[in-house]
């Protein structure tokens, strides 16, 4: 099967016409499947109920690297007005990873056509339940990507035109960590206060003093975020309730800036609570951590986009999470921002991808994956 740019936007418009939520991913699977098998491509025996990790083993021996896209589609009402819209209502490929599947398999179609001439193996991972930061660890625990030397992967990108990508050294996507506080106080009289411990004097106490974690104690130079985006307390006006509740997340880029911000977020929280006559229990989530692009990846990368006539850009920074990170934790990696135009941004009803970012940006992956083959020391 030829990987023409026509054949590459039906396959945008089947996926885009049928997104599936995270761990629900079995008609996309079935596709995926479908197209690889129909190349010639053999998909692992994994286990994984949706997703799946197919191999291209290349004619000389050589590394074995991961190309990773994810799967999965984000509970959101389209309203992008485009033929293949979402065919169900309430469910929408709002973050492009119908883009990130066709980008892989077109990808995977152009190294089938190179296979005798590639030296080593590529893994291709389709990995379900991105949006929930949970599908790289299942991926991950199938124990099928231990031989990977190295992982690329590529995100949509509305800021930047079809043809441009977007590299940049170091850390790219934020680490995602989760709080949630429960301030347990005395109920009483709202008349008589002095009988009780109020939680919600303690609870806008602490929502004040936890944003000079980021101002005070962390380094200005260090992006860094802690937004709270849940408080919850009472349930009527006479009344001083005995709990207070909220929850929201920490984002930093580097792993000591991340181990700081949850210790003096625990000790203010903790210290407050106990000035105030009530306790506090904290309850952490640590989600994935900060992707970190590699530098000489990198290098290879742009070098392999000029060559192709692709521009290249910086890429920006985000607080956003990214699960490709998990599988960074002990191998280098790249993640590239990708030109799709469209001009809505990720997330948002009306996002939308240029079709014609497919061809270039699946031929730049193949490249890139050649590239890394030939450079990586078996
Ligand atoms: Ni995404």
Known sequence: MSCTPER???????????????????????????????????????????????????????????????????????????????????????????????????????????????????????????????????????????????????????????????????????????????IRGLGCHAGQPAKGVDPIVVQAAIVQSLQTVVSRNMDPFTPRVISITHVEAGTTWNVIPETARLEGTVRTLNAQQRALAEERFRSLVTGIAAAYGAEADIRWTHGSGAVINDEKLCILARETAREMGLTVDRQEDTMGGEDFSCYLENRPGLFVRVGTGGGWPGHHPKFNVDPAALEPAARFFATLAHKCLMETPA
Do not use: N
Request: hydrophobic share 40%; net charge negative.
């Open 8 to 182: 590459l936007t039906e396959l945008l418009e089947w996926f885009h016409s049928h997104p599936e939520l995270a761990y629900e991913e079995r008609e996309t699977t079935a596709k995926i499947r479908e197209v690889l098998e129909g190349a010639g491509i053999p998909v692992l025996c994994s286990g994984l109920e949706t997703g799946l990790i197919a191999v291209i083993e290349g004619g000389r021996p050589g590394p074995v690297i991961g190309l990773r896209a994810d799967i999965d589609a984000l509970p959101v009402q389209e309203e992008s007005g485009l033929p293949y819209a979402s065919c169900y209502p309430g469910r929408m490929h709002a973050c492009g990873h119908d883009f990130h599947t066709v980008m892989l398999l077109g990808a995977a179609l152009m190294l089938k056509e190179r296979q005798a001439e590639l030296p080593g193996t590529v893994k291709l991972i389709f990995q379900p339940a991105e949006e929930i930061d949970s599908g790289a660890r299942k991926v991950i625990a199938t124990g099928l990507l231990e031989d990977c030397r190295l992982f690329l992967a590529g995100h949509t990108y509305p800021q930047f035109e079809a043809g441009t990508v977007g590299i940049k050294e170091g850390p790219v996507m934020a680490a995602v960590d989760r709080f949630e506080v429960i």
